[in-house]
């Protein structure tokens, strides 16, 4: 049998796309993008700065300023909200923020702390202090509002 040959099995790791890159290695890609190129999935080759969003509201590109992070990265869509975080996924402060894509003025956002601790208001107006109920209630008041929200759970 050939290399060719379908009845060959395929050697392993064949045809598989790369792992994805953990956030602190992924290249900065600052090319303009419209709210409508944002991507629905989260990016795992590239990190997407909100100084490349053309429409990037003050509070967003500022989100980080406070706790000391520059960098605000684009994460993905939760139904109509857009996902940005600055700081990292855990074990550090961080801040997220929820932007309605099509209302920028409608945002809503999540501070995590070192210690695992969490703090934010969701659009149903319930406080949370699970990161994890936070991206549910993006979720569900995305439904509630006619938004279609992908097969993936927040």
């Known amino acids: 049998m050939t290399s060719n040959d379908p009845r060959q099995p395929a050697r392993p790791g064949a045809n598989r796309p790369a792992p994805p890159r953990p956030d602190q ?3 900065l890609d600052p ?17 997407i700065p909100a ?11 500022r989100l980080g300023a ?12 939760i ?9 990292p996924p855990s074990r550090g402060d961080a801040r997220y923020l929820a932007v309605a894509s099509d209302d920028l003025t409608l945002r809503f956002s999540f501070r995590l702390y070192p210690d695992g601790r969490g703090e934010g208001r969701g659009p149903s107006g319930t406080a949370h202090v699970r990161f994890r109920t936070w991206k ?9 509002a006619g ?8």
Do not use: C, M, N
């Not at 190129?37 to 080759?45: A, G, S």
């Not at 139904?79 to 700081?87: S, V, Y």
């Open 51 to 61: 100084t490349a969003w053309i429409e990037a509201p003050d509070e967003l590109v």
């Open 25 to 27: 290695v992924r290249p």
């Open 31 to 47: 090319s303009p993008v419209h709210t409508s190129e944002l991507p629905d999935t989260p990016q795992r080759d590239r990190t």
């Open 79 to 87: 139904g109509r909200w857009l996902l940005w975080r600055a700081g």
């Open 66 to 77: 406070d706790i000391a992070e520059p960098l605000v990265a684009y994460k993905r869509r």
């Open 147 to 154: 938004f279609p929200v992908g097969g993936d759970s927040p």
């Open 136 to 144: 549910e209630d993006l979720r569900d008041a995305s439904i509630a």
